[in-house]
């Protein structure tokens, strides 16, 4: 039956009127030497969409078609067959029954595949269709990365077996380095420390926080910038795992009493990924966080990050010019480094000698010359800057403006020829001018050197594979304060997600950017040398263009990216301010 489908496929392909003759002819050349089935060389070919081929082998065979992104597969059906064999074979277990075992295959007649897993598994083998490119991700995400176990698997190991003595992990904690270095050795410990970071990766989080509780050990993920809960456990686990990351990060381990910063890199599925560590003393022990940096994930594109047109525009405008001052600002974690970083990538050459200084390197970025901070040798940032202006620079990035001395370092730079690019933390474009003004810098030095000012946020983007439209109520659009002329004609139409598989049933997937850019114009230069009020300088911006945070979020929720519910939570209406 098997090479009879073969010889047949392209004929049921032809008579069904999805492909010509002369498609099959060129995929039956392609086969003699690539031994691919004919449906999969159409397929790539671009000549039949794999949905149409997976029908028509659906009824040729008799097989039904699984859509694994509606399929949730338990834990103990994965691991009744191996990775390595999934992949080999394409194909991912659905579900176990009596003595049978329900497979979702690409190609259901693979006779070497029936047979390998009949006998790993002593099982009858019920067969399903999926495409390839489903199976692939459906055994990146049930498979995962391979750091080890899972946590809930480390911690029934933890229970069961007994291999940690819980009693002398406390007292661990209180007695020498010997001790505590002994602890991290421990193979529950390591486990249990690769199972949380190989967590971290695998949910594409961008902090894993480690907390000490009175009777607990509380772990939880940042994940598109909200927090979820990752596991509560014993607290007698909290000293072992501390000092196992301690000694990853050289640390002091048997330091407790200060602050440690740290970090380390471990290279999963050929990739490398960095993790930066940061150890505080609190009420209840030592809480840690771990930033996850992972390369891969990292976009320096400027095109691509996801602006709006009209910041993106001014953004790139300021990154033009030969020298001068442009400020991001925001809260921590609104990716104002990465966009600094992509304005860095814009403009590098192999003219330009470009020099950062940051606390610390987030990303080693090629071409270009990266200082990271050190205070206990007096390496401030202010420090760094002065030397860095010794070394001829056309562009300096400075991770933080923190203080005056700094500040005046970088607006003298801005003023001598150099491009500036830093960030400050304020809540608004307008406001970072006034928080330069607090500290100390005078007005006339601001509209010599600032080109341009950023507020920057991020907002959850709306999971593509289970998004649907809604009609939003009158009230909700006034509360948004979207004007009437930005609403198109008709019936408006926003957008959520249900929740899915994908997105961990959430309805949301990735983050996309706002950004109010404020440029300073002859206008508003001149109502800061006046000490205008920030609502005057941000209503001249507004009348020359200027997309506020709110703005910026509408257009998302009218585009469809985001839902009303985030822009709310990360702005407030311009009204308000």
């Known amino acids: 039956m098997r090479s009879a489908l073969r010889q047949r496929i392209g004929e049921v392909l032809i008579q069904k009127k999805l492909v010509k003759a002369t498609q099959v002819e060129e995929a039956l050349k392609i086969q003699k030497d690539t031994k691919e089935r004919i449906g999969e060389i159409l397929v790539r070919l671009g000549h039949i969409s794999r949905e149409s081929l997976l029908e028509v082998l659906s009824v040729e065979l008799g097989l039904p078609i699984a859509n694994l992104s509606k399929i949730k597969i338990p834990a103990e059906v994965i691991e009744a067959v191996p990775k390595r064999m999934a992949e080999t074979y394409g194909l991912i277990p659905l579900a176990v029954a009596g003595k049978s075992i329900t497979l979702a295959m690409t190609n259901p007649m693979d006779v070497h595949a029936l047979d390998d897993i009949r006998r790993l598994t002593g099982l009858e083998i019920r067969p399903m269709l999926a495409g390839e490119k489903e199976i692939k991700e459906a055994i990146e995400q049930y498979y995962g990365e391979n750091l080890g176990q899972t946590m809930q698997d480390v911690m029934k190991d933890i229970e069961e077996d007994g291999k940690l003595e819980l009693q002398d992990a ?324 926003f957008y959520r997600g249900k929740g899915c598989d994908i997105c961990s049933h959430k309805g949301y997937a990735g983050r996309a950017v706002l950004l109010e850019a404020l440029t300073l114009s002859p206008k508003i230069k001149e109502l800061i040398l006046k000490g205008a009020q920030e609502y005057e300088i941000k209503a001249q911006g507004r009348k020359e263009g200027m997309k506020t945070l709110r703005d910026n979020g509408n257009s998302k929720i009218l585009a469809g990216v985001t839902t009303p519910e985030e822009v709310m939570r990360v702005t407030v209406r311009d009204e308000d301010l």
């Open 170 to 493: 406390s007292a661990a904690a209180e007695g020498s380095a010997q001790d505590l270095l002994r602890l991290t050795q421990e193979e529950p410990v390591v486990k249990l420390t690769n199972s949380i970071l190989s967590e971290g990766i695998k949910r594409r989080s961008s902090d894993i926080f480690i907390e000490p509780e009175e009777k607990n050990l509380r772990v939880r993920f940042r994940v598109d910038g909200l927090l979820q809960e990752g596991l509560m456990t014993m607290r007698a686990l909290h000293p072992g795992l501390v000092s196992r990351i301690k000694v990853m990060s050289n640390l002091d381990i048997a330091e407790h009493r200060i602050p440690q910063d740290g970090r380390f890199k471990i290279k999963v599925n050929n990739k490398e990924v960095d993790f930066r560590v940061s150890v505080l003393p609190s009420y209840f022990g030592e809480k840690v966080v771990l930033r996850i940096l992972d390369k891969s994930q990292a976009i320096l594109d400027i095109e691509k990050l996801g602006f709006e047109p009209e910041p993106l525009e001014a953004l790139k405008k300021a990154a033009g010019h030969p020298h001068g001052m442009i400020l991001v600002c925001g809260p921590t974690g609104a990716g104002k480094t990465t966009t600094l970083y992509s304005v860095l990538k814009l403009i590098d050459s192999p003219e330009k000698n470009i020099v950062t200084v940051e606390d610390p390197v987030e990303f080693q970025i090629d071409g270009i010359n990266q200082v990271a901070i050190r205070a206990e040798v007096d390496l401030t940032f202010a420090a760094a800057l002065r030397s860095i202006l010794r070394q001829d620079p056309n562009v300096i990035m400075v991770g933080e403006i923190r203080d005056s001395e700094t500040a005046d370092v970088a607006i003298k730079a801005a003023l001598t020829g150099h491009l500036v690019l830093s960030t400050l933390h304020a809540t608004t474009a307008v406001g970072a001018l006034t928080r330069f003004i607090n500290m100390g810098v005078e007005p006339f030095l601001i509209t010599s050197s600032v080109l341009m000012t950023g507020s920057q946020r991020l907002v959850r983007r709306i999971c593509t594979k289970c998004k649907e439209p809604y009609e939003p109520s009158k009230e909700l659009i006034q509360q948004l304060g979207i004007p009437s002329k930005q609403l198109p004609s008709g019936k408006v139409l």
